[in-house]
């Protein structure tokens, strides 16, 4: 089974992105991107830092960054929690005088509450009735009318037959790294294995980026497409729409 770096460096060079990329662009020495993907996590300085590299370089690779941190944890372990310093007695200490000082004020507060309420004009105060304040009785509103929803129409239906969108299927004859967006969210983003076929759905655009050119055939509404490219080719970001969509089709043979 292959270790947690070898997946990496896998999953980087089925993108065909060299380790030089991910070092100018995330700022992280080549020397710890190697130790990263050897699983040699002595050489990564402690702290943080291991965890942040994982996640940098999973957001170069267009992998899930908190997926990885948590591979990462469940082979390495999780991050060491920062011990407390400070000492419970001396806490307990240094709170002595306040708790002093706040019972001082307490009584001084009940002794000074005594008196005033022994006072005669506090007691008579005492006797007459408060007054009560009435407010305007409660305004009452007829509750809420509930419409049923309005009926579709059959216009608002599409007409038998006709076909929507886009209906992209690929079907790998070699395992092949294949990321799909349909309509900008991602949907697909794996290795496809040999025999394997996937269809996705799109009202608008499809983008389709292949780590193997030659491993993998394509139908666009039900019609065969063009070969992406040559085995072993990677191509990013081949656009489909329902305009470009007559350029990466097979042209289909006249009729006899």
Known sequence: MASFGENLRRERELRGVALRDIAEATKISMRFLQALEQDRVDVLPGGIFQRS????????????????????????????????????????????????????????????????????????????????????????????????????????????????????????????????????????????????SVTVNAKKEIVISVGNAGGVTYTLNGRAGVPLGREGEVRRNIVVTPESMASLLQETPPPR
């Open 53 to 196: 590299f994982v996640r940098q370089y999973a957001k170069h690779l267009g992998l899930d960054p908190d997926r990885m941190v948590t591979e990462f944890d469940h082979v390495y372990g999780p991050e060491p929690a920062v011990p407390k310093t400070a000492s419970p007695s001396r806490k307990r200490s240094d709170a002595r005088p306040l708790l002093v000082v706040v019972g001082l004020l307490l009584l001084a507060g009940v002794g000074f509450l005594a008196w005033k309420t022994s006072r005669p004009e506090a007691r008579g105060a005492s006797a007459e009735p408060s007054a009560v304040a009435v407010g305007p009785p409660p305004t009452s509103f007829p509750p809420d009318r509930v419409y049923p929803p309005p009926t579709p129409t059959p216009n608002a239906l599409p007409p038998a037959g006709e076909v929507r969108g886009l209906a992209l299927t690929l079907a790998a004859s070699e395992d092949c790294w294949t990321a799909v967006q349909a309509d900008g969210a991602r949907v697909l983003d794996r290795i496809l294995k040999t025999g394997e």
